[in-house]
Nanobody, 126 residues
Framework: QAQLVESGGGLVQAGGSLRLSCAASGRTFSSYAMAWFRQAPGKEREFVAAIPWSGGRTDYADSVKGRFTISRDNAKNTVYLQMNSLKPEDTANYYC???????????????????WGQGTQVTVSS
């Protein structure tokens, strides 16, 4: 069973950058597909970015493509979300999610993920 702890959120001005981290417990981190989702007040949780078990390919929501980068370091059991050119509409609580290795990769499906962190708040001021 994996436990996920996010960090790196905060308050930043529009155009600025933040890097979120998600540290996972357990010795099988490399067998988990990882993702970031976000949820703004009054809105549903939405997909942001994902990376599969083996790394390499990635998937991004159109709203963040070209500005955000997801990466993972299996030696550190950590997944990152580098966020550049931040906009006020990026303001949300950001959640890390993990899915056990399986036969297919379903990066954008919330219910496909087995574990979730508690979230870290990102606020972008205009």
């Amino acid at each position: 069973q994996a436990q996920l702890v996010e960090s790196g959120g905060g308050l930043v001005q529009a155009g600025g950058s933040l890097r979120l981290s998600c540290a996972a417990s357990g010795r099988t981190f490399s067998s988990y597909a990882m993702a970031w989702f976000r949820q703004a007040p009054g809105k549903e949780r939405e997909f942001v970015a994902a990376i599969p078990w083996s790394g390499g390919r990635t998937d991004y929501a159109d709203s963040v493509k070209g500005r955000f980068t997801i990466s993972r370091d299996n030696a550190k059991n950590t997944v990152y979300l580098q966020m550049n050119s931040l906009k006020p509409e990026d303001t949300a609580n950001y959640y890390c999610a993990a899915a056990r290795q399986g036969s297919s990769w379903r990066p954008r499906v919330k219910d496909w993920y087995n574990y979730w962190g508690q979230g870290t708040q990102v606020t972008v001021s205009s």
